[in-house]
């Protein structure tokens, strides 16, 4: 899979946060395991005050390697790994 599909992801589970659960959901790749794996560091890493979904997706993938072991492994797991 391409880095893009990463960086989607790590958008995606941000934004999940500023957006009502029944308002949003979350596509096929972004499964439960690599949500609970990675919504913290991409919380710690990327989402500041007005994060927009480019600005997520290029920290994701700039920050890829600072992401958690967890993180990492789920990423790697899913077949997202850049």
């Known amino acids: 899979m391409s880095i893009k599909i990463v960086m989607t992801a790590g958008a995606l589970i941000a934004a999940a946060g500023a957006v009502r659960a029944e308002e949003f959901q979350m596509p096929p790749e972004v499964t439960p395991a690599l949500r609970a794996a990675c919504e913290t560091d991409v919380r710690r890493l990327c989402v500041g005050e007005n994060p927009t ?26 077949g997202l790994r850049p």
């Open 53 to 78: 979904v480019p600005k997520v997706k290029s920290c994701v993938k700039a920050n890829f390697m600072r992401l958690g072991r967890r993180c990492q492994m789920q990423i790697t797991l899913a």
